[in-house]
T-cell receptor, first 112, second 113 residues
Framework: DQQVKQNSPSLSVQEGRISILNCDYTNSMFDYFLWYKKYPAEGPTFLISISSIKDKNEDGRFTVFLNKSAKHLSLHIVPSQPGDSAVYFC???????????FGTGTRLTVIP | KAGVTQTPRYLIKTRGQQVTLSCSPI?????VSWYQQTPGQGLQFLFEYFSETQRNKGNFPGRFSGRQFSNSRSEMNVSTLELGDSALYLCASSLGHTTDTQYFGPGTRLTVL
């Protein structure tokens, strides 16, 4: 039972444009959400997180939006750079438990 | 600050054997979590240790076990290996509070023949 879903396995974007990666979740108890970037043969690298008390969090080129009523979050990367090409995972957890539930990942390719 | 380190990076075992993987967390981090990544199941939580105690456990059989030492280093053990245990095993550390960011190591690639 996949509680966190990333329905787009891949996304291609031109350099300089906006990349929007989407994530849906089913468990209404989730209250902490994270995005990780992963290169082959490496562990996931933390990008940005958001608590359920917020609906937006920004860090440089990365912004995460949370829509609790829709159980949906998205990661915006502006402007996209070729070095952003990687697999992006969203993850969610419940306060009081430190286990992350991951989506299946979206492979982002930024075309120079 | 040094990141999370995992040893070994690659391992090949045969069915029926057992294996031990090691993880050293970021200095000052007291929580260590283990995850399994496979093409079919994605990234799945195995267990979490905090202050030498298992604090949380995922839905894996008892062949998967772990422990944490007083210096927060952790090991995970898989006994009676099966072909389906072939995976990337990832360790993540955090300060220990339940909404702390988890930082991942590079993983151990286990191949079971």
């Amino acid at each position: 039972d996949q509680q966190v879903k990333q329905n787009s396995p891949s996304l291609s974007v031109q350099e300089g444009r906006i990349s929007i990666l989407n994530c849906d979740y089913t468990n209404s108890m989730f209250d902490y959400f994270l995005w990780y970037k992963k290169y082959p043969a490496e562990g996931p690298t933390f990008l940005i997180s958001i608590s359920s008390i917020k609906d937006k969090n920004e860090d440089g080129r990365f912004t995460v939006f949370l829509n609790k009523s829709a159980k949906h979050l998205s990661l915006h990367i502006v402007p996209s750079q070729p070095g952003d090409s990687a697999v992006y995972f969203c993850a969610a957890s419940v306060s009081g438990a430190n286990n992350l539930f991951f989506g299946t990942g979206t492979r982002l390719t930024v075309i120079p | 600050k040094a990141g999370v380190t995992q040893t070994p990076r690659y391992l090949i075992k045969t069915r029926g054997q057992q294996v031990t993987l090691s993880c050293s967390p970021i200095s000052g981090h007291r929580s260590v979590s283990w995850y399994q990544q496979t093409p079919g199941q994605g990234l799945q939580f195995l267990f979490e240790y905090f202050s030498e105690t298992q604090r949380n456990k995922g839905n894996f059989p008892g062949r998967f076990s772990g422990r944490q030492f007083s210096n927060s280093r952790s090991e995970m053990n898989v006994s009676t290996l099966e072909l389906g245990d072939s995976a990337l095993y990832l360790c993540a550390s955090s300060l220990g509070h339940t909404t702390d960011t988890q930082y991942f190591g590079p993983g151990t690639r286990l191949t079971v023949l």
